[in-house]
Every structure is written in C-alpha cells, then in structure tokens.
C-alpha cells in the first residue's frame, strides 16, 4: 500500500478515536450534570448564594425587610432603618433598588423622613410599575408614591387610634386597597381611586368581638380583594387563635364585602401570622401554627371560584421547627409565586443549636424536601421573596445582636428548572 494510503487511513483512525473520547467526556459531564441536579432537587433547588448585605451597619440596625419584583423585573427592597437612637429610638423606611435581577443594587435612599418613629413599611407596585409605599405611626397610616419620596406623603387614617400592620394591594383597574389592624382589635379597609392622592373613609371589616390582628391582602385578576387576619377567639382553657377570610367585590368607586368571613384553619388551635398571595384567578395562603416556642408549623392552601378552598397542607417537611425566645417567637411565612407553583419560607431552629434558619419548601402541593438558605451560624429571621423568571430572590433579617442590631441581607438561586450548561471543552 502507498505511504499516502496509510497516512490516510492512519488520520481518519485519529479523528475517529478523538471522537469517541469527546463523546465519553461530554457523557460523563451530562452525568456530572444530572448528578448535580438529582442532588439540587433532593433540597428544592441549586444551591443558594452567599448572602449579600443590603442594610448598612453604620447605622443600629435594620428592620422587617420587604422586597418585591414589577414586570419590568426590577426588584425593589422596602425596610426599616434605625435613624437616631438617642434620645429616642427612631427608624424611619427606606429603599434600595436593583434594575439587574439583584447583582447591583442603589444607594440606600429614603423613602420619608421625620423625628419619629416611622414603622412596618410596605408597598405595592401598581399596573405602571410605580411603587406605592404604607408605613404607620403610633396612631396613623400614611402612604407615599414613589415619584413622591423621600419629600411627601399622605395620611390614610382621619380619627388618632392606635394602629398595627398596614398592608397594600393594587388591583387592575389601578386602585389602591390598604388593610390595618387597629387598638379597638378591628380589622379596616380603606382605597383610592387616584393613585394615593385621596382615600375613602376607613370601614371596619371585624366587629371586634374577639381580636382581629395582622392582616395581609391580595388583589386577584378578577378584581376581587381577598383579606386574612388572624382572629383570636376567647376560649374557656384559653385563648385559641384562627386565620380567616374575607372577599371584597370591586364595582366602580365602591367595594363590597361578603357577609360572614370563612375560617381556614378550622382544624387547627393556635393558627398565626397569614400570608396571602395571588396568581390569575387562584389565591395562596399559608401560615404558621404555633404549639410552643419549640414546636411551630407552616401551613399552605389555595383557593380559586371554581373549586373553592385546597384541603390544609403541612408544608413545614421534617418535623416541627423552635423559635427563640426574643422577637419574633412566631413563624413567619413568606410566599412566592412562580411558573410551576408557590415557594413558602420561614425561619425556624432545627434544633442543633437554637438559631432560626430561614428554610423552606418549593411547590407546596408536591411538598419537596425542606431547603435550607443560610448556614445556620447566626439567627436568621423573617424572609420575604419573589420570583422573577423560576429564579428565587430572598431578603432576611440577621440578628446580630438581639433587639438592637439587625441587618437586611439579600441572596438568589434558580430552583424551578434546570438548565444544562453549554460543554466547551473536557477537562
């Protein structure tokens, strides 16, 4: 055979080998792969980032964060800041911003400033992708639009109470709904047509026969306004503790209420902290139980007009969690919504050494395995999310040191789909 036939062959060999070896390396990355994956999965997801601190430790501390998503996907993060700690104790709202899915973020900017107290800062972004932030004072309610801040705001309240826990929801035809719980143990219920610039006369939405506390409140595609609270119920061993229910009806100017509230927690003693969230037509809700201080549980369920309540899920997955003695000694849930299901969170002690982790579950109708954030090293408390694209983004509480110095960190992960990264080269 001529020399040139062999140098033939002898190159199509080499190609031919240099394939297969490509071959088996490329199979054993995608075994890598989905060996990496079947692990994520196990937990809930890919691993989480490391935490990036949001709040800023020049000042005392950072409090009750809240961050939230608009369809452009901009992210936006609402908290309290300690401003002056002589000679009051005064923490007045804040925000930051990030416009690329929480690489960078804004300066710390404020949201109102005053020599008081200015507490439980929320917001809501309307269909124009303007945020409407509500704060409370001792005895008022006050809301702010964001073309607004930091230089005016308006009082939702009229008459001087005491009043706890605003919250707000935006519902399509750009109205502005507000709930808060007040010191006569009512729930009320106030709106504005004109993005904040008026509001209606506050309406009382519990006759305070027990005590309705913490309400929370979403905004469905329908127009319908959907209302939970915790409802205390005087109960001969005791006090006992329910979540309940309420629709309010959208027509023109005016809103009206179903007659009697539903109870969701009916089977439950000591049912706390609801949080409620909205997806189209269907309405998610969870919220803890709470037995003791070392024994407290999430629960999930959904509603939708057709089908009415789900059955009450135990998403808490591996056994009760504790919480620590200092605030808050309560469960609190946060829920995200993403293309495949809801995502609730929480903070709770596993027991190993009695600091709150914040922990979760993805999907809770499938109830996968409980995922774990943080480390676990340092308390963790109350996480708020949104899901931005099947990727979780997540701002919590690190409690550095108790009731003083707390601090707002933020962190992500893809844990809704799976993506197989391009192969460039093996090895």
Partial sequence: MPRQEIDKSSMYLIILLSLVVVAAGVMMDLSRVKSAAASAASSGGTVWESPQLLSSTAFD?????????????????????????????????????????????????????????????????????????????????????????????????????????????????????????????????????????????????????????????????????????????PDPEGLRYEIRHLIGTISGAEVSWTNSAATLSAELLNARRPAIAAQGEVVHVSFANRISDAEQYAYYLHHTEQTGWSPLVNVTQDGPVAMNSSIPFLLVPALALCSDGPSIYFHGSDHSNGKELIIGVNDADDQLLRDQVNAGDVRAIRPSLVCINDTLHMVFEQVLDPDKNHQIYYLSKTGHALYLPFILKSG
């Fill in 61 to 233: 501390g950072a409090f009750i964060p809240v961050m939230k998503g608009d369809s452009t996907s901009r992210l936006l993060l609402v908290y309290n800041q300690v401003t002056e700690t002589e000679p009051d104790h005064v923490e007045n709202p804040y925000y930051r911003e990030s416009v690329d899915l929480g690489l960078n973020w804004s300066a710390p900017r404020k949201i109102y400033s005053s020599d008081q107290s200015l507490l439980q800062v929320t917001f809501a972004f309307d269909t124009n992708n303007e945020a409407h932030a509500v704060w409370r004072t001792e005895e008022e309610i006050w809301h702010s639009s964001e073309d607004e801040w930091p230089n005016s705001a308006t009082r939702i309240t009229s008459a001087s109470q005491k009043v706890f826990s605003p919250d707000i929801a935006v519902a399509p035809d750009n109205s502005l709904h507000v709930v808060w719980s007040q010191f006569d143990k009512r729930i009320y219920h106030a709106h504005s047509e004109d993005g904040g610039l008026n509001w209606s006369s506050s309406f009382p939405l519990t006759d305070g026969s027990g005590g309705s506390v913490e309400p929370a409140i979403a905004v469905d595609q329908g127009g319908n306004i959907h209302v939970v609270w915790e409802e205390t119920i």
